[in-house]
């Protein structure tokens, strides 16, 4: 399950964008904002597969250049810049060749040490799936994966609702059974590892591991 954020004060570039990376099927997800600030406040609780910028303005950059992250960056630009860890397109650029390289961007980090964090001794793959300890892999679902990486980045407990909207999004009449039934599905393939879920007063939940 790939996650795409894109930032530009451009709406219109921005959507198309947006659009044509979820019609290949590059991402499952694609976030947007106008705002480079959110940017980093999103990458906090979310974990995103890449993170596209469109002409940064130069206070943005110089924090971008000292920020500790391993996630592919791409940065579109109308001039020439400087930008050390980012993927560097001027504008106007090919479509199609900026796809293949984000393409590219993902599959290697997908494969790297750094797309994985760690749950106790297990190591967590989200974009892959996959939950790995030595030579053992539980494999999960899109939405378990999704559950198991919310919670990750939360510090409390998440109550029930917050978790549908989360994961599940509006609009597409889903209860809290369904919840209630990923989570127990999440927690027989868990329960070997040591990871689980403390439950607050039946209403919420909390990543123990």
């Given at each position: 399950m790939r996650q795409i954020l894109i930032c530009s004060s451009l709406e219109k570039p921005r959507h198309l964008l947006a659009s044509e990376i979820q019609d290949l099927q590059i991402a499952s997800e694609v976030f947007?904002?106008?705002n480079f600030q959110e940017?980093?406040?999103a990458a906090e609780c979310k974990r995103f597969s890449a993170l596209?910028?469109?002409?940064?303005?130069e206070a943005f950059v110089n924090t971008l250049n000292h920020w500790?992250?391993?996630?592919?960056?791409?940065?579109?630009?109308?001039?020439?810049?400087?930008?050390g860890k980012a993927h560097i397109f001027l504008k106007p650029f090919r479509l199609s060749v900026f796809l293949t390289s984000l393409i590219a961007a993902l599959a290697q980090f997908e494969q790297s040490e750094e797309a994985s964090v760690l749950l106790g001794q297990w190591k967590f793959n989200f974009a892959g799936k996959i939950l790995s300890f030595q030579d053992k892999e539980?494999?999960?679902?899109?939405?378990?994966?999704?559950i198991l990486n919310f919670l990750f980045h939360?510090?409390?407990?998440?109550?029930?609702?917050?978790?549908?909207r989360e994961i599940?999004?509006?609009g597409e009449g889903i209860s809290t059974h369904t919840l209630?039934?990923?989570?127990?599905?999440?927690?027989?393939?868990?329960?070997q590892t040591g990871i689980t879920f403390s439950t607050v007063n039946t209403e919420g939940y909390k990543l123990i591991f």
């Open positions: 947007e904002t106008d940017t980093f406040e596209i910028f469109d002409d940064p303005d500790e992250t391993k996630v592919p960056i791409f940065c579109l630009l109308g001039q020439n810049g400087m930008i539980i494999r999960l679902t899109e939405k378990e994966a999704a939360q510090k409390a407990s998440v109550d029930k609702e917050t978790l549908l599940w999004g509006y209630e039934t990923h989570i127990y599905r999440l927690r027989q393939k868990l329960e």
